[in-house]
Every structure is written in structure tokens, then in C-alpha cells.
């Protein structure tokens, strides 16, 4: 530590959640950074970063003790059953495999182990056909969950490989319930948490650009009267309305203008289902990424956010039963409110050069979230 406190005019450490945090005054000399304080850093065992503008105010973070072991085999077998999952639901959406029928509310685990008799007796060959769902859909999932992953780690939080979540495709229509991964040390500033909580979607909205636009070149317009819907998709032989975004809707405008109704190919819904799943999780509630990402922009104001949020939802669910579903999970996720918890320094501000991440994930709501999920 001699080297870097001897550029400093002022510091202070603490330890918390196997973490040593060093926030730092630097002298005037020494801001820029000068040479001395250069190669301080670059000795520094752990990750630093300046906290203002004008490069006065430093940040350093260090682990303390040796690193968790991961538990590499159960996140490894819940991604390889979640890619069985999904292409089950692919396979089905292509109409080329029927699922064993699930047995009911109650009986969700014999549904699961229903679905993997039938994959043992015949049924996996058949899986190949929901490929072309279930990989661009997975590379969303993943994508956005390496998104926050890799931005904890420049921060040295501590965070988990991603948990992915297989469903039976005789239970679920695409697979899965998502991903996630586990912040296990504190968030020292509303800084880190807007990073952390934007880089997932930014990162997976990038990919759903991409996904959406060979979807949206592979799918097919139908005429007027066959389908309610501006677009669908068919499950088990009947079709299943999905609702607009902007994006989506500007979409189908740029790649079949004019359409009445368009029938999406497999990888065209699954970029819709990337793109709602980004809408749900930039909602500005508790501790879903938006609520991260609405605190690090606002601070305690986030709070008046989110129970404007909360009460919009409630107005939807009169359109859309579905949202009554996503209200209890976004309560349950933050610990059964709408404010997202305080950070350990919440008064310090972000960066007015990092505000922009923020910003662009306010738009990426704005042109992912659809109002009415599921049409007639």
C-alpha cells in the first residue's frame, strides 16, 4: 500500500463481504494519473476506478482470502438440461414431436419425468428440429447473463456462473425460466450498480438485433383473416397471438411491409421472446435490473419510480392477466417491495460520462416492453 498512499492526500479502508475497499483523495500532483501513481496501480492486487469526472476521487477493491470454489458440475448440468428443455419446445413449435401431456398443477415433477421417458423411449432424435429456436434463444439468455457477469468481475464483486432454469417443453412452451446469476459480495456505489445492472440487457439486446433480423427474413405473411394477431406463432396446431413492441413492430414493418399477420419462423420468436425478456427485466422495480439501473441513475427516488411502475402493471393486468404474475415475482425478487435497497455509498453519484448506459437502457425498455403480451 506505500507506494499508492503515498500519492494520496486522504484515504480510508474498510472490510466487508470478503472485500478490502480503498477510497482515496489523490493529490493534485498526482491526478491524471502521474507515472508514480501509474505504476502503483498497475501493482495493485484487485480492481480500481476513478469515482469523478475531474479523477480526484479513487476507488480500489481488492478480494480478501482465497477464491470461492464454484460449483461447476450443478451450473453445467442445469445449462445442459435447459438446452434439452429448449429444444424440446423448439421441436414443438416446429410441429415435428408432441410432448407427453402434463398431468396438471399438481403434478408438475411427473410432468418433468413424463417428458424424459418419452425422450428416452423415442423422442430424441426429434429434438434436432428445435434447433434453430433453441440456440438463438439460449445465446440471448447466456449472452445477457455473461453481460452482468463479466461487469461484477470488473468490479470485483463476487458473482456466480449463470443458474439457467430448465422447464419440460410439456410444462413450459419455450423451455426455461431464464437465468440468473448471484451477486455473493456488497455493491459499494450507485456506479457499480448501474454497470453491473445494465451490461445484461444492453449485451443481449445486441444479440436479439441479430436474431431478430433472421427471424423476421425467415418468417412468413399471411393473408387477412387467418390469424388475429399481427403475429403468431403456431402451438399445437393452433395459433398463439404475441404482442407488439416497438421493436418488434418495426421489424415486421422493415422485413414484410404491409403484412397483415405474420406468421414468426423459429428463430423470429425466439428474438421475441429475447426481446420481451429484456422488457420484463428493465422494468424499474426492486431488484430487477431495472431497479438497478433506475437507482444508480436516481438514487432513493427510484422508490416514486416504482410504485408508478407497480401501479401501471395493476392497470394492464385488466388487458393482460399475465402481469398480475410478473407483479408478485418482482415483489418477491426485491423482498416483497417496489424500492430497491440502498448501496454502501448511496450518495455518491455516477459519473456524468457513464450516465449514458443508463440512459440507453431506459430506451431499450422503451422499444422492448410490450403492453399486452399475448393477443387472441
Do not use: K
Not at 419425468?113 to 439468455?141: C, H, K, M, T, Y
Not at 440487457?201 to 441479430?210: D, E, K, N, R
Not at 425466439?270 to 430487477?288: E, I
Amino acid at each position: 500500500m506505500e507506494p499508492l498512499t503515498a500519492t494520496f492526500e486522504a484515504w480510508r479502508t474498510h472490510a466487508l463481504g470478503g472485500r478490502e475497499y480503498v477510497e482515496a483523495l489523490v493529490a493534485p500532483e498526482h491526478r491524471g494519473p502521474s507515472p508514480a501513481l501509474a505504476q502503483a496501480l498497475a501493482a495493485w492486487p484487485g480492481r480500481h476506478y476513478w469515482a469523478d469526472h475531474e479523477r480526484t476521487h479513487l476507488v480500489l477493491i481488492r478480494p480478501l482470502g482465497t477464491a470461492r470454489r464454484e460449483r461447476w458440475l450443478l451450473h453445467g448440468a442445469l445449462f445442459a438440461l435447459t438446452v434439452v428443455c429448449a429444444l424440446g419446445a423448439g421441436a414443438v413449435l416446429a410441429g415435428g414431436w408432441t410432448p407427453a401431456e402434463p398431468p396438471g398443477l399438481a403434478g408438475v415433477v411427473v410432468g418433468g419425468i413424463r417428458f424424459f421417458e418419452q425422450l428416452g423411449n423415442s423422442g430424441w432424435r426429434d429434438l434436432v428440429a428445435g434447433w434453430s429456436f433453441a440456440l438463438p434463444l439460449l445465446g440471448i439468455l447466456l449472452v445477457h447473463e455473461l453481460g452482468h457477469y463479466f461487469a461484477a468481475r470488473r468490479y470485483a464483486i463476487d458473482a456466480s456462473p449463470p443458474y439457467f432454469l430448465p422447464v419440460p417443453p410439456n410444462l413450459s412452451p419455450i423451455g426455461s425460466l431464464g437465468a440468473y446469476i448471484r451477486l455473493r459480495s456488497p455493491v459499494l456505489d450507485r456506479r457499480q450498480l448501474l454497470d453491473v445492472g445494465a451490461a445484461g440487457p444492453l449485451a443481449g439486446f445486441v444479440l436479439t438485433l441479430g436474431v431478430l433480423a433472421w427471424g423476421f427474413a425467415t418468417s412468413q405473411a399471411v393473408e387477412p383473416g387467418l390469424a388475429a394477431a399481427r403475429s403468431f406463432v403456431t402451438l399445437a396446431g393452433e395459433p398463439v397471438g404475441l404482442g407488439d413492441s416497438l421493436l418488434i413492430a418495426g421489424f415486421r414493418h422493415l422485413f414484410l411491409p404491409g403484412a397483415a399477420s405474420v406468421h414468426l419462423s423459429l428463430p423470429a420468436f425466439a428474438g421475441w421472446v429475447g426481446a420481451f425478456v429484456t422488457g420484463l427485466n428493465l422494468l424499474p422495480l426492486s431488484q430487477l435490473d431495472g431497479g438497478h439501473v433506475l437507482y444508480g441513475l436516481l438514487g432513493r427516488r427510484q422508490a416514486a419510480v416504482g410504485l408508478v411502475t407497480l401501479l401501471a402493471l395493476l392497470a394492464l393486468a385488466q388487458l393482460s392477466w399475465n402481469w398480475y404474475v410478473w407483479v408478485a415475482v418482482a415483489l418477491f425478487v426485491g423482498g416483497g417491495g417496489w424500492a430497491h435497497p440502498s448501496v454502501l455509498a448511496p450518495a455518491r453519484p455516477v459519473p456524468p460520462g457513464r450516465r449514458w448506459i443508463g440512459w440507453a437502457s431506459v430506451a431499450v425498455f422503451v422499444v422492448t416492453f410490450v403492453p399486452v403480451p399475448f393477443g387472441r
